[in-house]
């Protein structure tokens, strides 16, 4: 895994590009979902024991992409995705079905998580 972390953002142009050492696109491509998916889950407990959530949401061309920044009570901060998805219409209650089930992947059905993302974003 850490020489196909290494790999991000070095002018690699094609997923179809093998690393020596590690395997072929198939296995780089997988390795590097797994990674992308801890990332998602090291978000999301930093997010569980966030005091203050802030979300920032960009939509274009009817893709929905929410930021988030938050703090601990210990101070602590973290920025990163919390997710995107596309919408089907550009109304008002399309962006609230879209941010819920953007909340809902991140939280990967742990309402716990869900309820308490809800209660510390500031309004």
Same mark, same amino acid.
């Given at each position: 895994?850490?020489?196909?972390?290494?790999?991000?953002?070095?002018?690699?142009?094609?997923?179809?590009?093998?690393?020596?050492?590690?395997?072929?696109?198939?296995?780089?491509?997988?390795?590097?979902?797994?990674?992308?998916?801890?990332c998602?889950? &090291?978000? *999301?407990e930093?997010?569980?024991r966030?005091?203050?959530?802030?979300?920032? %949401?960009?939509v274009?061309?009817? /893709?929905?992409?929410?930021?988030?920044?938050?703090?601990?009570?210990?101070?602590?901060?973290?920025?990163?995705?919390?997710?995107? &998805?596309? *919408?089907?219409t550009?109304?008002?209650?399309?962006?609230?079905?879209?941010? %819920?089930l953007v909340?809902?992947? /991140?939280?990967?059905?742990?309402?716990?998580?869900?309820?308490?993302?809800?209660?510390?974003?500031?309004?």
């Open positions: 895994f850490s020489a196909t972390l290494k790999t991000q953002g070095k002018n690699v142009n094609s997923l179809s590009v093998k690393l020596d050492g590690v395997g072929g696109r198939k296995k780089l491509t997988n390795m590097q979902c797994c990674l992308g998916d801890a998602f889950r &090291v978000d *999301l930093f997010l569980k966030a005091g203050s959530i802030a979300l920032h %949401q960009d274009r061309k009817l /893709i929905l992409m929410i930021r988030f920044s938050a703090c601990t009570p210990e101070m602590d901060t973290a920025k990163g995705l919390f997710g995107f &998805v596309e *919408l089907q550009g109304n008002n209650r399309s962006l609230q079905e879209g941010t %819920q909340l809902d992947r /991140i939280c990967n059905s742990d309402p716990c998580a869900s309820a308490h993302i809800k209660k510390h974003v500031e309004t």
